[in-house]
């Protein structure tokens, strides 16, 4: 089956910096990745959805200047969290969509998640 | 603006137990539904997908059932192993994108 990465799986850092996940498709070629955010005991909430060559399309509440998207390839997106406070510490998901898969949403291959602490 | 809802939050079971998940979501214009487990921790794995034209999908000892118009769906697990502990969601989906239940954390006791 299709497989998605996350780097790094867990990542700490302190009040102010920023930070970078990565989310790849190893096997097939996405023109669409997604971004969650998950807290815990809460659902996954949907962030953004990152489509390769053009801009992001963030959710409702969601700070654009403050989480990055770049889905510069059609394996690769990045999230970049900017000056990241306490209260972003949380579990990061990606998806990748193949379209090939031949359904109208197509299926997301979710990556492993990534674990930031804000200090 | 489409809301899910999994009851209850957490279920413990004896090995051995068939067991059903329920799944409920107020807006029935979806295109498909899917289920995933969740291990502590972890990313997500994709257990079933019933697009919204089928009733039912089954794989292995997992069967899940689709009711559109109700606005329904149930994960299905027969003869439950410890090694199905984990937290199991349902995902609605329409117009490109997936909207999560909280989820159902499973335990069962060898």
């Known amino acids: 089956g299709a497989v998605v990465s996350q780097h790094p799986s867990w990542v700490i850092c302190k009040s102010g910096t920023s930070v970078k996940i990565e989310c790849r498709s190893l096997d097939f070629q996405a023109t669409t990745m997604f971004w969650y955010r998950q807290f815990p005991k809460q659902s996954l909430m949907l962030m953004a959805t990152s489509n390769e060559g053009s801009k992001a399309t963030y959710e409702q509440g969601v700070e654009k200047d403050k989480f990055l998207i770049n889905h510069a390839s059609l394996t690769l997106s990045t999230l970049t969290v900017t000056s990241a406070h306490p209260e972003d510490s949380s579990f990061y998901i990606c998806?990748?969509?193949?379209?090939?898969?031949?359904?109208?949403?197509?299926?997301?291959?979710f990556g492993p998640g990534t674990r930031l602490t804000v200090l | 603006k489409q809301e899910v809802t999994q009851i209850p939050a957490a279920l413990s079971v004896p090995e051995g137990e068939n067991l059903v998940l329920n799944c409920s979501f107020t807006d029935s214009a979806i295109y498909n539904l899917q289920w995933f487990r969740q291990d502590p921790g972890k990313g997500l794995t994709s257990l079933l997908l019933i697009q919204s034209s089928q009733r039912e999908q089954t794989s292995g000892r997992l069967n899940a059932s689709l009711d559109k118009s109700s606005g329904r769906s149930t994960l299905y697990i027969a003869a439950s192993q410890p090694g199905d502990s984990a937290t199991y969601l349902c995902?609605?989906?329409?117009?490109?994108?997936?909207?999560f239940g909280k989820g159902i954390t499973l335990s069962v006791r060898p």
């Open positions: 998806s990748a969509r193949d379209p090939t898969s031949g359904t109208s949403t197509d299926t997301q291959y």
């Open positions: 995902a609605p989906g329409a117009n490109s994108k997936l909207t």
